[in-house]
């Protein structure tokens, strides 16, 4: 029996790749906690408000579960939540957090996100993504005449990905051993 | 089905719950217009969807309309066909139906006009004859119809009645070769006879070569033949042939020049003038009179009649002035001076009396005469020669109304 190269490296990396199990209180507790910090925190750090926690908190858990409709659902619930606490009519994060999840499963399945490199593009990248499409859908949905500041969104890109990193290797403590 | 839900299970969740948080979204969101978004949504994706199917649906049923249930499409074509022949002969009827109405109209023009008695009857069939010329109409005995009586048209003559049925006469047309009418030209009063040949053209007889008879000119009935009152148009000259004795000339009837539908029979016919050359109702134009006389006549500058008239008037005159009376005094007596001059402007006693000044007619209006027939057209327009009509001339002619005007053949 032979296989191709890219079907071994998919099978291979499947092996590789270990689903990150956790506690449903961390499930539980961890976006709540991000969420908090959304709102609370830059009440006395204003500058900690460019920090999209519940964003960070949706890559992870959707990277580590390795999987595409529990990283969709996670991205749902944090969105929606996020959505709830703020003046945007519910759905905006709720749609844009929902495909980070679903996309940010579909990459953990292929690579290894216990890179740190990784999760450092990875961040950035899904940041850029939120951001974008979150602007897309308001132009698109609300009719909102905004513009998009790409300078500022890729060094805040790059700033919440650094963060990211360390969050992540934070998190990693709270995941169950198998 | 089951297999396609787990292969793509993934992504239908994933487009399900964005699907559900767009629901969500649309409920909470109102455009400028303060309608929710779902709603606005819901139209905007729901009415192209519906265009598309209703153009589908049109399309569809246009193409098996067109193009499949075309089974009944040759009776179709069949029925329009029948209806377009059908449609086709009732427009040659109408058009038949207006020209007859045309002819009526002429014919009760010309039938109210013409002084002759005359019955209007319809042609309804013809001679069974190869080469003879003869048509039947619905008149006969009991209308009054005669063998003999003239068949007329507003445009000319026709032919004479040769037969009388009670409900029904046979007609001898102008063009039969067995026809013969007498006939006059117009332009030089010459005489002859008018003959069928059988053709569409007529020849007329018993022209002496030396008389002048040109291409154009009219004939009219002369009247001789008794058969045809006098003054009827018969038809134009259409070839003139030199010939020893007597002219060939071709003429082409005008009575039948509009087909041969309506026809007048005349029960007594009434002779008439024969139009001049020079077309009636030519405008004539009469000068105002001088300034400062009557407007009346002018006083006739010798007393009218013969020279008998004129010398008695005379002789009364000298008579007058020397205060004679003829035939009182004694034999012997002394005549009375005939050799003595009158003074100017003295008339003589039985002269026309002295016209009444009427008021001035207005300048450079044209007038009509006396002579005018009752049926003169406007104002300021008399007929010019004979065809003013004359009644003195001959008490058996009328007034030249029998012809319509716009019948009458023009002079060239």
């Known amino acids: ?178 | 089905m089951e297999s396609f839900l787990n292969r793509y299970r993934n992504i239908t969740v994933l487009l399900l719950v964005i699907f559900a948080q767009l629901v969500l979204l649309a409920v909470q969101v109102r455009n400028d217009q303060d309608v929710r978004m779902i709603r606005v949504w819901t139209v905007t994706a729901v009415t192209p969807l519906a265009r598309v199917m209703e153009s589908l649906r049109g399309s569809s049923i246009g193409f098996v309309r067109d193009y499949i249930l075309l089974h009944d499409t040759h009776q179709e074509n069949r029925r329009l066909q029948a209806e377009l022949d059908r449609m086709k002969v009732e427009n040659t009827f109408l058009k038949n139906e207006l020209n007859m109405a045309e002819r009526a109209k002429a014919l009760a023009v010309f039938q109210e006009h013409t002084p002759s008695k005359t019955v209007a009857a319809n042609v309804i069939g013809s001679g069974a004859g190869t080469n003879s010329k003869v048509v039947f109409t619905d008149r006969g005995s009991t209308s009054g119809i005669q063998r003999g009586m003239a068949v007329v048209t507003p445009d000319g003559i026709v032919g004479t009645v040769i037969e009388s049925y009670p409900t029904a006469s046979e007609i001898l047309l102008i063009t039969d070769p067995d026809f013969a009418a007498g006939v006059v030209s117009q332009k030089t009063g010459v005489r002859g006879t008018l003959k069928g040949q059988g053709t569409p053209l007529c020849r007329v007889d018993y022209v002496p070569f030396e008389e002048k008879v040109d291409v154009g000119d009219w004939f009219y009935t002369s009247g001789d033949d008794r058969v045809f009152p006098r003054g009827f148009p018969v038809g134009i000259v259409k070839a003139v042939h030199p010939g020893q004795p007597f002219k060939e000339i071709l003429v082409e009837p005008s009575g039948m020049h509009r087909g041969l539908e309506d026809v007048l029979i005349l029960l007594e016919g009434v002779h008439q003038t024969i139009p001049s050359e020079q077309m009636a109702y030519q405008p004539v134009y009469i000068a105002p009179p001088p300034p400062g006389g009557p407007a009346g006549p002018a006083e006739p500058a010798a007393p009218g009649g013969t020279e008998a008239d004129k010398l008695r008037a005379h002789y009364k005159a000298v008579g007058d002035a020397q205060n004679h009376k003829f035939g009182e005094g004694l034999p012997g007596s002394k005549p009375p001076d005939f050799n003595l001059a009158l003074k100017p402007g003295q008339a003589p006693v039985n002269a026309p009396p002295k016209a009444v000044p009427q008021p001035s007619l207005p300048a450079a209006k044209p007038t009509t005469t006396a002579a005018a027939p009752a049926s003169s057209p406007a104002p300021g327009l008399r007929p010019s020669g004979p065809a003013a009509g004359d009644p003195a001339a001959d008490p058996q002619t009328p007034a030249p109304a029998a012809v319509p005007v716009s019948e009458r053949p023009h002079n060239e």
């Not at chain 1, 291979?12 to 689903?19: A, F, L």
């Not at chain 1, 992870?60 to 749902?76: E, K, N, T, V």
């Not at chain 1, 450092?120 to 698109?140: D, E, K, P, S, T």
Request: charged share 15%.
């Open chain 1, 1 to 178: 029996m032979s296989y191709s190269g890219e079907e071994r490296i998919l099978l291979s990396s499947q092996r590789e790749g270990q689903v990150s199990r956790f506690h449903v209180a961390v499930m539980v507790l961890v976006p709540l906690a991000a969420i908090l910090f959304q709102v609370y925190v830059p009440l006395f750090f204003q500058f900690l408000g460019y920090l999209e926690m519940p964003l960070l908190v949706v890559v992870y858990f959707a990277l580590m579960r390795r999987s595409q409709i529990g990283g969709l659902l996670i991205g749902a619930v944090i969105g929606l939540a996020q959505d709830s606490l703020s003046k945007a009519p519910l759905g905006m994060f709720g749609i844009v957090k929902t495909m980070v999840g679903y996309f940010a499963a579909s990459v953990g399945v292929r690579l290894d996100v216990d890179n740190g490199v990784i999760r450092l593009f990875l961040a950035y990248f899904f940041y850029v993504f939120h951001q974008f499409f979150y602007w897309l859908m308001a132009r698109a949905l609300l009719a909102q005449q905004v513009g998009f500041d790409w300078q500022r969104t890729l060094i805040l890109g790059l700033l919440n990905a650094v963060v990211a990193v360390a969050l992540f290797h934070f998190l990693d403590k709270l995941r169950e051993t198998t």
